[in-house]
């Protein structure tokens, strides 16, 4: 089993609609957590820390599940502007490796 | 510098031949990790650095891989006897410290295509 799992997607969704992607991690002891943005032929960026009781940033909302082991994104009134793959992130271990997931792929359709 | 900068920004070499890929973290950052990312995957934990030292080195697929930070700023990452499967794009990230909660930054990447 990986350690970080994504649904790969592609997410083909209207603007305005309303998507959310899950993410799955095996490691119980894992610390920190973290949704990233990576737009094609670009580096990964930091779109939200996770926080265990969940956080909103505008139209993103990112939710933890330390029970269950699963992470979430929300993105509310989707704009062609999010088109990109969201890549969950997941730090564990005494020297905090950091693991990605595959990566979801998210394309916004007018 | 104001971001993490990878050098060479694309390297073409031929199969059997030795590498290096270089990585400037932001300055201060003691954490270091190296990716690798393939066309359609997340990028692949490699190694990661917490000062000079190799905290975690497991993701390196075979001895041909090594990586280095002698000064705990620059990183170099090296590979022998190049193979084509190597090809993909090598990911830098720092971060100020390894732990909980800290952003990684990431370098533009160096993509490395094995002929």
């Known amino acids: 089993r990986k350690e970080v799992e994504q649904d790969p997607g592609p997410f083909n969704v209207p603007e305005g609609a309303t998507v959310a992607f899950n993410c799955t991690y095996s490691?119980?002891?894992?610390?920190?957590f973290f949704w990233y943005r990576q737009d094609c032929r670009k580096e990964p960026k930091l779109l939200m820390s996770?926080?265990?009781s969940g956080n909103e940033d505008g139209r993103f909302t990112a939710q933890l599940n330390r029970a269950s082991q699963y992470i979430s994104l929300l993105i509310r009134d989707s704009k062609l502007s999010d088109s990109a793959t969201y890549l969950c992130?997941?730090?564990?271990?005494?020297?905090?490796?950091?693991?990605f997931g595959t990566g979801t792929k998210l394309q916004v359709i007018p | 510098g104001a971001g993490v900068s990878q050098t060479p920004s694309n390297k073409v070499t031929e199969k059997g031949k030795y590498v290096e890929l270089r990585c400037d973290p932001i300055?201060?950052?003691?954490?270091l990790y190296w990716y690798r990312q393939s066309l359609g995957q997340g990028p692949e934990f490699l190694i990661y650095?917490?000062?000079?030292?190799?905290?975690?080195d497991s993701g390196l697929p075979n001895d041909r891989f090594f990586a280095v930070r002698p000064e705990g700023s620059v990183s170099t990452l090296k590979i022998q006897r190049t193979e084509r499967g190597d090809s993909a794009v090598y990911l830098c990230a720092s971060s100020l410290r390894g732990g909980d909660g800290t952003e990684a930054f990431f370098g533009q990447g160096t993509r490395l295509t094995v002929v």
């Open positions: 490691n119980s002891a894992s610390q920190s």
């Open positions: 996770v926080y265990s």
């Open positions: 650095f917490q000062g000079t030292g190799a905290a975690d």
């Open positions: 992130v997941v730090k564990s271990g005494g020297y905090q490796k950091v693991t």
């Open positions: 300055s201060g950052h003691t954490a």
